[in-house]
């Protein structure tokens, strides 16, 4: 497990997390679920590191898929893949898998915004690290390519025991990919399923219609 313990982070006056605790299965994938400045993008931020916050909090290396691909644009999507892996095979596996082998020696320039972030997604995967962060990262993609890519990489979590955390606000997204779905309201867990049915979807959407209210 990787464990969050008493964290307490505010930005300013205002408090995103009081005494907030979660436990994270390793070799499974946890999707977060939210409206909008409810703590989900900060979770990950302390989970990485990335700012400052007061509690316990798990030291775990990590890998980070953000909702923009950052490639640097000096250097063909290959080029930014063997930056942080020399793994040649697997760079090939998951171009394959994800629809990009055609569009390795190109420059980010010439790239669409989804082949883009396939790239990003691949990156961040060949990363040796025990924890794969993923914040919004299939909002650019097309519905097919979303859902196509979304089957690609569970399969691969699956098979690679990968522990995953996903942020997204989409619940379909998180039905499909995830092996547990958290919903946070104010800083607070509202919902917490490891047993994902048919039935999720709707419980999920009748929640947040009432989280927005």
Do not use: W
Not at 10 to 38: P, Q
Not at 83 to 105: M, P
Not at 179 to 194: A, F, H, T
Request: proline share 2%.
């Amino acid at each position: 497990m990787i464990k969050i313990e008493n964290l307490n982070k505010k930005y300013g006056e205002k408090k995103v997390f009081e005494n907030f605790s979660l436990e994270i299965e390793k070799g499974k994938i946890t999707c977060i679920l939210g409206e909008s400045g409810c703590g989900k993008t900060t979770l990950l931020n302390v989970l990485s590191r990335l700012t400052d916050f007061e509690g316990r909090v798990d030291e775990v290396n990590c890998s980070l898929v953000f909702q923009t691909p950052n490639l640097f644009p000096n250097l063909t999507a290959k080029q930014n893949l063997l930056l942080v892996s020399n793994d040649l095979k697997k760079i090939d596996a998951l171009s394959n898998e994800l629809s990009v082998a055609d569009k390795l020696n190109s420059y980010p320039k010439h790239l669409s915004g989804g082949e883009a972030q396939r790239i990003s997604l691949i990156r961040g995967i060949i990363f040796d690290a025990d924890l794969l962060l993923m914040d919004e990262p299939f909002s650019s993609l097309d519905l097919g390519v979303k859902f196509r890519t979304i089957t690609a990489l569970k399969k691969r979590f699956k098979e690679e025991k990968k522990t995953v955390v996903m942020v997204t606000h989409d619940v379909k997204e998180a039905v499909e990919m995830a092996d547990r779905i958290i919903l946070l309201s104010g800083g607070k867990i509202v919902y917490d399923n490891k047993n994902l049915t048919k039935k999720t979807e709707n419980e999920l959407f009748g929640l947040l219609i009432g989280t927005n209210n």
